[in-house]
């Protein structure tokens, strides 16, 4: 067979078709991650800038460029687009698209034309939800409580109906790639030897198919309540508004899995690969994530130890809620001993790795703290959880899909992205992170409430630490964007295998793969972190060093051929 | 705020607080303990091993059954006592002691109301008795609202449907932050409110100096009410417990020993006073003496409203 060139293939999925319209028509799960990559990558960079107002509208107390009502929107409007647009679909409907059929061996996912609607309905989802900027106020969070939500503006209809039908894109996704994984997975590939990332997205879809139709139920009851008054939720009405919010994190607290589930996955990919070793607990990791799948339904009552619920619920959901946190503490014990003795390679990608496990840990451990039902009164719905949840959606998922996104690039788009930008970007990254959020566990604890506009001048200083670490984050992550343009078209030629990874989109497809992926189906003969069973891959040195001149080449793509 | 308390948290004011805080510096310690060890050990392996032969190929490594076992059952242990720990002082948390002082709170946008059993009402600036527990029952009469008060570690939501409630007690006298801590709306932020934390002699004081503008007979309308005393008077002429007060002041009474008076000022002193002096024909001597401690202007509002009652 012919060996792969640091020279992209002559056809490739991103040129076999060139028009618009073959985009827009597109069944190939490759072209469509990529779309998703654009559209979520554009919720970001909103998200991102109304986080930069609100943190800007912090750095004094009293009004600083805005008013409350403009602020509270603000806040609102950065919470839905960061939770409903991007962070949910980010690693599942981006790498999980790029990136699973591939690992699996397979030429698509099975449903490639449900896979395109999905993304249609995403868009159509996100649009409705961008409506309410026009039609009016939408305050108060992205938790919508009832009956405040219900109260104020028409805005809330249209966001509560975009999170409605975006919850079909995340369903139909989910429902695709649990399919995917049972039917067409490569001779060979057996369930333990599936990459880890492989195993949580079908986690993750697990979670998807389950619980998004109770928010979708949810946010239409209260689109109902606003539009005709039926009283589910609003006392006046004669409805109650616990229970709204029992049906919210019924499904918001199964939702923190789907996002951070994925994150496990590219995760362990990451430590695996860059410490050439298999990653410790490789079963332990596999099925705690199926696990936590199932039993993070039984959990949704630690957000509402003081809102009214009856004492004994609180304990139970405290117990169950510690239970749950134990095999992700293991988890990330494992993936520390996955460099037990191995060769590990501080690349970009890397850096992610570690920095996520650091941030991570905070975000666990603080978790916990929240958990115990005595400290929670006194945390509940301060800067403590507005730190916490950072530390675990920003810190886990968007560190996590950063690594990701760094490892998958020469394979999306066939060119390398400048090692030590990256570099500079991560150290950014990592401190404007941490100085964003550090703070707020600091002035959290000592009382700051959270969805202030204003503060009293004791929290000044945690403010304003926070406003110029949020501005150092800023400046790390304009930074990727910059150089990943500058990548697509000025970056150095990718080698098919620049890592030396065993996982198949590395060994058996080129950078970037054909359109249907594989010239033949690959046989799969190890685990996807078997490198002292892939002498071939080391032989004669390894592949490419991502900013070094040019990358030897090293895949004998056909070594596992029947 | 920051003066009495620690890195992490404010001063503990309330008799609760510091177990709290126990409990708080418990997980604290924990937690870094095992964070240092996490990062410890990611640096070590990082440098260590790091990547030095780019055709190094590491031999298979096998999973150590102990670290395994051991990182299942030590956080398990750990965090077990944790739960226990935390649950049992929620609920000392949750239950309020049976003699505490009532107060009831009331969550607007964008304010908190108070009332107290005399009738008093103000707005956002709450005063307490030291030394004895407090328990506030509170409802919302717009939307959802969360009562805080960092200092004693306490926070319950407020309910536009239902009652709920918070208790503590403060030792020592003092001024101390009150936060609402479920969005509300527009001025959330600034929905802020003192309590003041006094002597139970100078919170008497204050407590009767608020009804001081307010008229006699007004005053005594509400006492019937808060202090309950229409549960056995009625004030449209028909018999409960006790007689009604309607058209009372001036009367003629009849005693059960056969004695007459007529009902004026001195006489209704007397029986809210002493109710077991003089007993009404024909009623039981069921009036309790807890009123002999009223004070001289809730006697005297009192009085003034059953004069109005003709
Ligand atoms: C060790 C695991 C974890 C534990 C024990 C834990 C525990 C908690 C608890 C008890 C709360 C409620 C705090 C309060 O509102 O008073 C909370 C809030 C939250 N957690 Fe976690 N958590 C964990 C991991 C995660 C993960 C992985 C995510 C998401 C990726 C996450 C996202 C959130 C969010 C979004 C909130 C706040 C929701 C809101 O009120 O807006 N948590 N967590
Ligand atoms: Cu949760
Ligand atoms: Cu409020």
């Not at chain 1, 990256?422 to 550090?438: H, S």
């Not at chain 2, 805080?21 to 990062?39: C, E, H």
Request: aromatic share 14%; glycine share 8%.
């Amino acid at each position: 067979m012919h060996a792969s060139s640091a020279a992209a293939p002559a056809v490739h999925y991103l040129n076999n078709e060139k028009t618009i319209k073959s985009w827009i028509t597109t069944v190939d799960h490759k072209r469509i991650g990529v779309m998703y990559l654009v559209a979520v990558s554009l919720a970001f960079l909103a998200g991102g800038i109304l986080a930069l107002l609100v943190r800007t509208e912090l750095a004094a107390p009293g009004e600083t460029i805005m008013g409350p009502d403009a602020y509270n929107q603000s806040f609102t409007l950065h919470a839905v687009l960061m939770v409903f647009a991007f962070i949910i679909p980010a690693i599942p409907a981006v790498m999980g698209n790029f990136v699973l059929p591939i690992q699996l061996g397979a030429k698509d996912v099975a449903f490639p034309r449900l896979n395109l609607a999905s993304f249609y309905i995403y868009l159509i989802g996100a649009v409705i939800a961008l409506t309410a900027l026009v039609v009016g106020r939408v305050d108060g969070g992205w938790t919508f409580y009832a009956p405040y939500s219900t109260s104020v503006g028409n805005g809330v209809l249209f966001i509560t109906m975009g999170v409605f039908v975006m919850g079909f894109s995340s369903i139909l996704t989910g429902l695709n790639f649990i399919v995917t994984v049972h039917k067409m997975r490569a001779p060979g590939l057996t369930w333990s030897r599936l990459p880890l990332f492989v195993w949580s997205i079908y986690a993750t879809s697990i979670v998807q198919v389950l619980a998004t139709p109770v928010i979708g139920i949810t946010m239409l009851l209260l689109f109902l309540e606003k539009l005709v008054g039926i009283g589910i939720f609003d006392p006046a009405l004669g409805g109650d508004p616990v229970l709204f919010q029992h049906f919210f994190w019924f499904y918001s607290h199964p939702a923190v899995y789907i996002m951070i589930l994925p994150a496990f996955g590219v995760i362990s990919d990451l430590m695996g690969t860059f410490s050439r070793n298999r990653v410790q607990g490789y079963k332990f990791v596999a099925l705690s994530s199926v696990a936590i799948a199932f039993l993070g339904f039984l959990v949704w009552g630690h957000h509402m130890f003081v809102s009214g619920q009856s004492a004994v619920s609180s304990i139970v959901f405290s117990l169950i809620t510690y239970l749950i946190g134990i095999p992700t503490g293991v988890k990330v014990i494992n993936w520390v001993l996955t460099m037990y003795r191995g060769s590990v390679w501080l690349q970009t990608p890397m850096l992610y790795a570690l920095m996520f496990l650091i941030t991570f840990s905070i975000g666990g451990f603080t978790g916990i703290m929240l958990g115990v039902l005595a400290i929670d009164v006194h945390l509940h719905d301060t800067y403590f959880v507005v730190a916490h949840f950072h530390y675990v959606m920003m810190g886990g998922n968007v560190i996590a899909a950063l690594g990701g996104l760094h490892y998958w690039w020469p394979k999306m788009f066939g060119r390398m992205y400048n090692e030590t930008l990256a570099r500079i970007a991560a150290l950014l990254v990592f401190i404007g992170f941490n100085l964003t959020f550090f703070p707020q566990f600091i002035m959290g604890s000592r009382g700051m409430p959270r969805r202030y506009y204003d503060y009293l001048p004791e929290f000044e200083i945690f403010h304003q630490l926070s406003t110029l670490g949020s501005y150092v984050l800023g400046v790390g992550l304009f930074m990727i964007l910059g150089y990943g343009i500058h990548s697509l078209f000025r970056g150095k030629k990718a080698p098919a295998n620049p890592w030396g990874a065993l996982t198949l989109e590395w060994t058996h497809t080129d950078s970037m793969p054909d359109p249907h992926n594989f010239h033949h189906t690959p046989v799969v003969t190890r685990g996807p972190y078997d490198y002292h069973l892939a002498p071939e891959l080391f032989n004669d040195g390894v592949s490419g060093d991502g900013a070094g001149e040019s990358a030897p080449e090293i895949v004998h793509r056909d070594t596992s051929e029947a | 705020m920051g003066e009495n308390g620690s890195f992490w948290l404010p001063e503990a004011a309330s008799t609760i607080a510091p177990e709290v805080d126990a409990l708080f510096y418990f997980v604290y310690w924990t937690s870094i303990l095992f964070f240092v060890g996490v990062v410890g050990f990611l640096i070590y392996f990082a440098v260590k091993y790091r990547r030095k032969d780019h055709s190094f190929v590491p031999p298979a490594f096998h999973e150590n059954k102990w670290i395994e076992t051991a990182s299942i059952v030590i956080p398990t242990i750990l965090v077990l006592i944790v739960f226990t720990w935390g649950f049992k002082v929620f609920v000392k948390m949750y239950a309020a002691p049976p003699d505490a002082y009532e107060i009831t709170v009331r969550g607007k946008q964008w304010y908190w109301e108070y009332e107290y059993d005399n009738g008093v009402v103000v707005p956002n600036e709450v005063h307490v008795p030291i030394g004895r527990p407090i328990k506030l029952n509170m409802s919302a009469t717009d939307v959802l609202h969360s009562y805080f008060i960092p200092e004693f570690r306490v926070k319950h939501d407020v309910l536009p449907n239902r009652y709920t409630s918070l208790w503590f007690q403060v030792d020592e006298a003092g001024e101390y932050q009150v936060y609402c801590t479920e969005y509300c709306g527009t001025s959330h932020s600034a929905m802020l409110g003192k309590l003041i934390a006094e002597p139970e002699a100078e919170f008497q004081r204050w407590l009767s100096d608020q009804n001081a503008d307010r008229p006699p007979e007004e005053l005594g309308e509400i006492l019937v009410a808060s202090y309950n005393c229409a549960a056995c008077h009625s004030v449209d002429g028909s018999r409960g417990v006790g007689p009604t007060f309607q058209g009372l002041f001036g009367s003629e009474r009849q005693f059960e020993d056969g004695t007459t008076v007529v009902a004026d000022e001195n006489y209704l002193r007397e029986s809210i006073l002493m109710p077991a002096a003089k007993i009404v024909e024909t009623y039981p001597p069921a009036m309790p003496p807890s009123y002999s401690s009223l004070s001289a202007r809730e006697l005297d509002g009192l009085i003034a409203y059953i004069k109005t009652l003709q």
